[in-house]
């Protein structure tokens, strides 16, 4: 959660730009616990201090500022949805081959999804 939410019980499109920063922090670390060495009453001094999850191994760059840029502790500085699409599409559709976006968030074919 957001700094704001546990100081001022404050939820907003804000608040869960942070919460996607985590989840993708989660994803890249294939299910991680954030902050496991952080009790819950000592987490907001941390964030406040600057502290952030630090960069899952095999994490390509681009992903990591989207995730740093989410946790802003300025709600005003956190990228709006929109730009987080934007971003991630632009990665997407790169075309340098070697690139480390490309090896990393290449969709997946439509052949290996299960749809229910």
């Known amino acids: 959660m957001a700094p704001e939410c546990f100081k001022k019980q404050h939820y907003d499109t804000k608040t869960d730009v942070w919460a996607y920063g985590v989840l993708l922090w989660e994803i890249m670390t294939k299910g991680e616990t954030p902050y496991p060495a952080i009790d819950n009453s000592e987490l907001v001094d941390y964030l406040d201090k600057g502290?952030?999850?630090?960069?899952?191994?095999?994490?390509?760059?681009?992903?990591?500022?989207?995730?740093?840029?989410?946790?802003?502790?300025?709600?005003?500085?956190?990228p709006d949805f929109k730009d987080i699409v934007h971003t991630m599409d632009k990665m997407l559709k790169s075309t340098d081959e070697e690139s480390e976006s490309n090896y990393y968030l290449t969709p997946v074919s439509s052949e290996y999804i299960d749809v229910y």
């Open 51 to 78: 502290k952030r999850l630090k960069k899952p191994p095999n994490t390509p760059d681009e992903v990591y500022h989207i995730m740093h840029a989410c946790w802003q502790l300025d709600p005003d500085l956190r």
